[in-house]
């Protein structure tokens, strides 16, 4: 099995900086895609942000110029810096890696942005 543990949330003030990471670990033959989705109170999950193991990435509209995605392949991990937050970053945010058949979820870290 793939474990992920994600670390790095809390509460922030508006215009402050938090950095998310999670590290997997377990049986791991290969993995793609790794990202950061993130899910407000009694809304969908949506993507936040996502990084190929070459380092390409993509990003929700609402966090361009503001949060930035890398990953440590050797380690495993994928960090999400998020700067310049806003009360609408509100969420818990869900790490998400891409295995060869499936993608798995971390349990999801609690990020909370005061006005």
């Known amino acids: 099995q793939v474990q992920l543990v994600e670390s790095g949330g809390g509460l922030v003030q508006a215009g402050g900086s938090l950095r998310l990471a999670c590290a997997a670990s377990?049986?791991?033959?290969?993995?793609?895609?790794m990202g950061w989705y993130r899910q407000a109170p009694g809304k969908q999950r949506e993507l936040a942000a996502t990084v190929t193991r070459g380092g390409s990435t993509n990003y929700a509209d609402s966090v361009k110029g503001r949060f930035a995605i890398s990953r440590d392949n050797a380690k495993n991990t994928v960090y999400l810096q998020m700067n310049n937050m806003k009360p609408e970053d509100t969420a818990v945010y869900y790490c998400n890696v891409g295995l060869p058949f499936r993608t798995i979820w971390g349990q999801g870290t609690q990020v909370t942005v005061s006005s």
């Open positions: 377990g049986s791991i033959f290969s993995i793609d895609v």
